[in-house]
């Protein structure tokens, strides 16, 4: 029997293979980043002084061009002084994997350099809450908004219109208009992320809630349901799944409006943090700050995706573990039947 393709036109892959891809995913750019950082003839541009000899303005630990290495060293050794050493390395903006992996660690218990700066769990805590307002807010409004549009060509020709208008706007823009009216604070970052995430989400709400089978309407006003049960009881359980998906996507999105957020009105959050270890020249930290954004989100969604999966397990024809567990735990236990010599007093 022939072994199976890995490239096989819309067929899923089995457990195995999938979970080797999802492996490879994050192991192949690792292993380029690798490549770049430890093998010295593939890029390293620069020469890391060891020691300076008689180049005057030559330091140790000092980044030099190769070419202005190469030139001074060859000067001085011309000049029969002692030439420098060094090793090739990379610039200081582009750290090796090992070197942003300790700082992973130490960015957690390095303390601020200035007084009043926040450490970088503070940082993070910030950014998440102004995530979890924003696309809350943002949920709670756009999501009716959207629904109600999906299913009502008359209120979709009200509102879509508008919305298709301002969502190719800018958020950004937004932003001093945001701290005329809300301040300096979290509220005018909380409305860049409603504003980034609002427009679009009415839309692609609207757009899943039209793809409900028309046969199910049919048959519900068949049975005599209204406009409301329709909605209701109809469109919303038909569409909930891909809904729930689409917020999934939705979030990340929201994600991506974070920077842009933080830098209206005072700095602040995970942002602030990134633009002072910039500046100090800490780019080990610089790049540990942005994978942990990445683990947060991707952490995040895998949750959210396993939990879509308990919640609608009927869309993969598989039971759901959460609901194996509940009735497990929590069913009613079965009434044991009457003895025989109650069975018999009875009669």
């Known amino acids: 029997m022939p072994r199976e393709s890995w490239l096989t036109v819309l067929r899923p892959l089995s457990p195995r293979r999938a979970g080797v891809l999802w492996v490879a ?23 890391k002084v060891e020691t300076p000899g008689d180049v005057a303005w030559f330091k140790e630990g000092q980044l030099i061009p190769r070419e202005d290495f190469a030139r001074e060293a060859e000067k001085v050794t011309a000049a029969g002084g002692r030439g420098p050493t060094g090793h090739r390395a990379n610039p200081i903006f582009l750290p090796a994997p090992h070197e942003v992996g300790r700082a992973l660690y130490t960015a957690f218990t390095t303390k601020p350099v200035l007084r009043g700066d926040a450490w970088l769990h503070e940082s993070l805590w910030l950014s998440i809450q102004t995530i979890f307002w924003g696309f809350l807010i943002s949920s709670a ?5 959207g629904i109600l549009g999906g299913s009502f060509a008359a209120l979709a020709r009200v509102t879509e219109p508008l919305v298709d208008f301002v969502r190719y706007m800018p958020a950004p823009a937004f932003g001093a208009l945001m701290v005329a009216i809300f301040g300096i604070y979290q509220q005018p970052k909380i409305a860049i992320i409603f504003i980034g995430t609002f ?20 048959a519900a006003q068949t049975l005599g349901a209204k406009k409301r049960n329709l909605v209701w009881n109809v469109i919303v359980p038909a569409s909930l799944p891909d809904l729930y998906n689409d917020l999934r996507i939705l979030l990340g999105w929201a994600w991506t409006y ?25 780019f080990d930290n610089v790049y540990a700050t942005i994978l942990i954004i990445g683990f947060i989100g991707l952490a995040t969604d895998q949750v959210l995706a396993w939990l879509g999966r308990q919640l609608f397990a009927w869309r993969t024809l598989q039971p759901s573990a959460l609901r194996l567990w509940w009735r497990k735990r929590f069913a009613a236990k079965p009434i044991p039947l009457a003895t025989g010599g109650q069975q018999g007093g009875a009669s």
């Open 25 to 47: 995913s994050f192991l192949l750019p690792l292993f380029v980043w690798s490549a770049f950082s430890y093998v010295p003839f593939l890029w390293h541009p620069l020469v």
């Open 258 to 282: 974070l920077i842009v957020a933080e830098v209206v009105g005072i700095s602040s959050g995970i942002t602030f943090f990134i633009n002072q270890q910039a500046k100090y020249r800490n």
């Open 141 to 145: 409004i756009g999501v009716p908004l």
């Open 199 to 218: 427009f679009q989400q009415v839309l692609v709400i609207a757009n899943t809630v039209r793809k409900v089978d028309p046969c199910l309407i049919e």
